[in-house]
């Protein structure tokens, strides 16, 4: 059974980053797609989580919702990384990572109901 523990929130001033965590256990990260998506507050439900950045575990394909968000895989450590640069108020959210049973990011990447397996989510609060 895959399981996903995501880290790495906290509070940052306006234009500060974060690095965030996604550690997969149970399946290999090879067969996966790993996303990461937010839920801004006052929003809930799987289909209102944004989409934030999508990598294929089998190819390395990457999305990025931004271009202030990078999203890499931790190869030695069968885990996901997203670097979240230059923060602003509207970029708190508590932050999900999941994973999605499949070899590419087309079709999937964009809808969280594509994603089978979710972390407890991680929140990021950017002050001004």
């Known amino acids: 059974q895959l399981q996903l523990v995501d880290s790495g929130g906290g509070s940052v001033q306006q234009g500060g980053s974060l690095r965030l965590s996604c550690a997969a256990s149970?399946?290999?990260?090879?067969?996966?797609?790993i996303g990461w998506f937010r839920q801004a507050p006052g929003k809930d439900g799987v289909k209102e989580r944004e989409?934030?950045?999508?990598?294929?575990?089998?190819?390395g394909t990457t999305y990025n919702s931004d271009s202030r968000f990078t999203i890499s895989k931790a190869n030695a450590k069968n885990a996901v990384n997203l670097q979240l640069n230059s923060l602003s108020a509207d970029d708190t959210a508590v932050y999900y990572c999941?994973?999605?049973?499949?070899?590419?990011?087309?079709?999937?990447?964009?809808?969280?109901?594509?994603?089978?397996?979710w972390g407890q989510g991680t929140q990021v609060t950017v002050s001004s």
């Open positions: 999941a994973a999605a049973k499949s070899r590419g990011i087309q079709g999937v990447c964009g809808n969280p109901l594509k994603f089978s397996f």
């Open positions: 149970g399946v290999a990260l090879d067969y996966v797609v």
């Open positions: 989409v934030v950045s999508c990598i294929s575990g089998s190819d």
